[in-house]
T-cell receptor
Framework: GNSVTQMEGPVTLSEEAFLTINCTYTATGYPSLFWYVQYPGEGLQLLLKATKADDKGSNKGFEATYRKETTSFHLEKGSVQVSDSAVYFCALSDSSSASKIIFGSGTRLSIRP | GAVVSQHPSRVICKSGTSVKIECRSLDFQATTMFWYRQFPKQSLMLMATSNEGSKATYEQGVEKDKFLINHASLTLSTLTVTSAHPEDSSFYIC??????????FGQGTRLTVV
């Protein structure tokens, strides 16, 4: 079945450092890929998404490219801020329903001032 | 602001009692909602699909008699954990799709059974 594997955390970086959180997936068909973020005490929010191969999703300085050849959707940001501290989930849409989301295990990111 | 509201955010209950968690779509109608469960340091696992006006669809391995789902209106789905046990302690989160493009998530409910 479909699944998502992402980098284990926690990840701790200094402010303005470069961030990469790796994500790979296994899927039949052509799922959409997502990154969700969960800030402390809040619900999940969609950070960015890509719906087909070679698409690049971007938002708030974060970006990820849908790589079909490597089945990857790595999240990157050039210069992180303390406010980026959160848990990040890589996810894909189930082929049977675009709204049914399958998640990775989540990566906790902490940014030091 | 939030478009899906989940309540309560935290609940502590005694073993053997039942707990109801509500999930509301605030400014749109949702004929389908999804319930997830997250164990510590693990992924969110889909438990069931809540269907307005009909029975919920449960994922393999989820006990439907233990996790009762009711989707009585186009804006409300409820998950009731019946006869709760400590192993039911977990983080439960709902989502509601708006249109065909995005699913919105509630804030989640931390359930602790003592």
């Amino acid at each position: 079945g479909n699944s998502v594997t992402q980098m284990e955390g926690p990840v701790t970086l200094s402010e303005e450092a470069f961030l990469t959180i790796n994500c790979t997936y296994t899927a039949t068909g052509y799922p959409s890929l997502f990154w969700y973020v969960q800030y402390p005490g809040e619900g999940l929010q969609l950070l960015l998404k890509a719906t087909k191969a070679d698409d690049k999703g971007s938002n708030k300085g974060f970006e990820a490219t849908y790589r079909k050849e490597t089945t990857s959707f790595h999240l990157e940001k050039g210069s992180v801020q303390v406010s980026d501290s959160a848990v990040y989930f890589c996810a894909l849409s189930d082929s049977s329903s675009a709204s049914k989301i399958i998640f990775g295990s989540g990566t906790r990111l902490s940014i030091r001032p | 602001g939030a478009v899906v509201s989940q309540h309560p955010s935290r609940v502590i209950c005694k073993s053997g009692t039942s707990v109801k968690i509500e999930c509301r779509s605030l400014d749109f109608q949702a004929t389908t909602m999804f319930w997830y469960r997250q164990f510590p340091k693990q992924s969110l696992m889909l438990m069931a699909t809540s269907n307005e006006g009909s029975k919920a669809t449960y994922e393999q391995g989820v006990e439907k008699d233990k996790f009762l789902i009711n989707h009585a209106s186009l804006t409300l789905s409820t998950l009731t954990v019946t006869s709760a046990h400590p192993e039911d302690s977990s983080f439960y989160i709902c989502s509601a799709p708006r249109g065909d493009t995005e699913a919105f998530f509630g804030q989640g409910t931390r359930l602790t059974v003592v």
